[in-house]
């Protein structure tokens, strides 16, 4: 399997790239973040499948366009793409959020995955079909607070899922998210830093998780894995909730 994850340079990226390349998928992973990026290749070279970083921010068109082909030039052909990169909304009043903030994690998480599927739909279509996994967030279902602009991206992965999932069903490709609740990451690492009282915070992330923890990047993975291979052959146009429980309540 050829694989690219977007956002794959660290959080719960890195742990799916990892996840894939240790089942012998050969894995390129596309982040603005040159520094992980090189370490995580660095790291990866004693597994099953190989993992090649590419710099590639994916609110700009060309760089999504080159990473995709660069998988298929390197490993001959794409298999899946995991449009993960995201970045985080600082909670704020919907009534104060800036117009530039609004732009900029629209850019990244909704139009950067918009960018992933576009570019990596004819890849998949080469190669005899092939899935999509988006990365969208429980806030797309229900609100979490102070992050209007992000619950907004997400919602909007949703919507692009189901598009594209009923569009080239007949092709082959499946299209899917995922539906983390709070995961520790870097992401929430810097939103509890950020908190006039980042110990509340975390008990908070724990009270709300009916099974009282933070999710962690491996179990993101193995939800990435099953929805990105034949595990989930009867599987299109679903979030799949990866929340400890937490919307349920
Ligand atoms: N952490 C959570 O609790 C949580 C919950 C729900 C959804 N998510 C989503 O999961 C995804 C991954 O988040 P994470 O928690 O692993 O975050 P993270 O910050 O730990 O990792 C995100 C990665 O994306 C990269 N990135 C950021 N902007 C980019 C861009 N423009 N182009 C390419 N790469 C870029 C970063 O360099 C980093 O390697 C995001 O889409 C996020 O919205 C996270």
Not at 24 to 49: F, H
Request: charged share 20%; aromatic share 6%.
């Amino acid at each position: 399997m050829t694989a690219i994850v977007t956002g794959g340079a660290e959080g719960m990226g890195r742990a799916t790239a990892l996840k894939f390349a240790r089942e012998g998928a050969d894995v390129v992973v596309g982040d603005i973040n040159a520094e992980a990026g090189a370490s995580l290749e660095a790291n990866a070279t004693d597994l099953p499948g190989r993992i090649v970083y590419v710099p590639c921010d994916v609110s700009i068109e060309d760089d999504v366009a080159h990473l995709i082909e660069t998988a298929e030039k390197t490993f001959g052909k794409l298999d899946t793409i995991f449009n993960n990169a995201g970045i985080e909304q600082p909670v704020t009043a919907s009534d104060e959020i800036a117009e530039d903030l609004f732009d900029k994690v629209i850019a990244v998480n909704l139009k950067g995955t918009f960018f992933g599927c576009k570019h990596a739909l004819p890849a998949l279509l080469r190669n005899g079909g092939g899935t999509i996994v988006n990365n969208s967030s429980v806030s797309a279902f229900a609100n979490v607070g102070g992050n209007l602009s992000y619950a907004a991206s997400k919602g909007g992965i949703m919507s692009m899922t189901r598009v594209i999932a009923i569009e080239y069903a007949d092709r082959n490709v499946r299209c899917n998210a995922i539906n983390p609740g709070v995961i520790d990451t870097q992401m929430n690492r810097r939103n509890r830093d950020l908190a006039a009282d980042p110990e509340e915070i975390e008990r908070r992330w724990r009270a709300i998780t009916p099974l009282g923890r933070m999710g962690t990047g491996d179990e993101i993975a193995e939800a990435v894995l099953y929805l990105a291979t034949p595990l989930s052959s009867f599987v299109t146009g679903i979030g799949l909730v990866i929340d400890g429980g937490r919307i349920a309540t």
